[in-house]
């Protein structure tokens, strides 16, 4: 069974360690996330949003968002619900 897509990782500012990730689904602070890349997959719970620079509680599908990671990611990385 596929899981749902929450979104897709398009740009990672490693010196700063967040994702850029486009959303297909609503994410919120507070979320658990699975990031994954091949086989590898990590937990990730959502600390922070933000859009242009603005912190935000939530995003929905279509935004663009930061959100800033424990782990480094690669464009490509999948967000999947956790």
């Known amino acids: ?5 929450i ?3 398009v740009h990672y500012y490693d010196r700063i360690g967040v994702a850029i990730i486009d959303l297909k689904e ?5 979320d658990m996330v699975m ?3 091949g086989d590898r997959i990590m937990p990730q719970r959502i ?4 859009i242009e620079h603005a912190s935000v509680p939530a995003a929905k599908a ?9 782990n ?4 490509g990385t999948v967000v999947l619900p956790g």
């Open 1 to 5: 069974m596929m899981q749902r897509l």
């Open 7 to 9: 979104g897709k990782v």
């Open 26 to 30: 609503p994410l919120h602070v507070g």
């Open 35 to 37: 990031l994954k890349k």
């Open 47 to 50: 600390d922070s949003i933000e």
């Open 62 to 70: 279509g935004d663009i968002v930061g959100v800033k990671v424990d």
């Open 72 to 75: 480094e990611v690669h464009e």
